[in-house]
């Protein structure tokens, strides 16, 4: 009878040391169904993060920047988001340096750097706005907007602003905006993204000119 009661023991062990072994195999790095790390975003150069809290504060924050041979050369483009709306796969802080992504922002600023500093090329807060005027002809003032961007190899950003929330009734435009290489700013396109327009003195102004792209 000992034999037999030291037999079941054995026999007991053995399972537990399989079983242990069974799920230290399992949770190997190796193993199919272990999870793997994430990869983390990029992180933006400090100078990068320092130009864009420059403009808007603690709370301003670069989306993407570059530098552009054919388009006034180093450049960032920041933000500040629209309250609640946070990176998400669509649009991550400091992601898709090359492909098109969105996020909802109530201002936009692409900055450019000029000898010894930078200076801005573009604004965008109620309205879309550059030096020398407004570039939209919404009639309503914007609390927030729908933007996408993409940055192209050598030609700047490219962008489209749609308002959020707009007035019950209005007319809803997306305007696109892209450098101009004429006037070395930012201005906004034409329906067929051929012309650039001329800036407005006042938004939603009637007059407009357009000039070659």
Known sequence: ?????????????????????????????????????SQAAPAMPDEVVSVAQSVFGPEGEPLAYGDF??????????????AGSAPGANAPAGASQNSETTADVTRVSILV??????????????????RRGYLDRIRFPVSGWRMSYQKTPDSGFRLEFTPLNPPP????????????PKRKEYDSLD??????LEPLATPGGASVRASEK
């Open 69 to 82: 041979s054919a388009a006034g050369g180093r450049q960032v483009l920041a933000a500040n988001r629209l």
């Open 1 to 37: 009878m000992p034999s037999q009661h030291r037999s079941d023991r054995l026999l007991a062990v053995a399972a537990i040391v399989a079983a242990a072994l069974a799920a230290a195999c399992s949770s190997t790095p190796n193993s199919p169904s272990a999870a793997q790390p």
């Open 113 to 130: 750097h000029e000898g010894t500093s930078w200076k801005e090329a573009f604004h965008a807060d109620e309205h879309l706005k550059n």
């Open 191 to 196: 329906a067929s993204g051929t012309r650039f």
């Open 169 to 180: 009734g209005s007319k809803l435009e997306t305007v696109r905006v892209a450098w101009n």
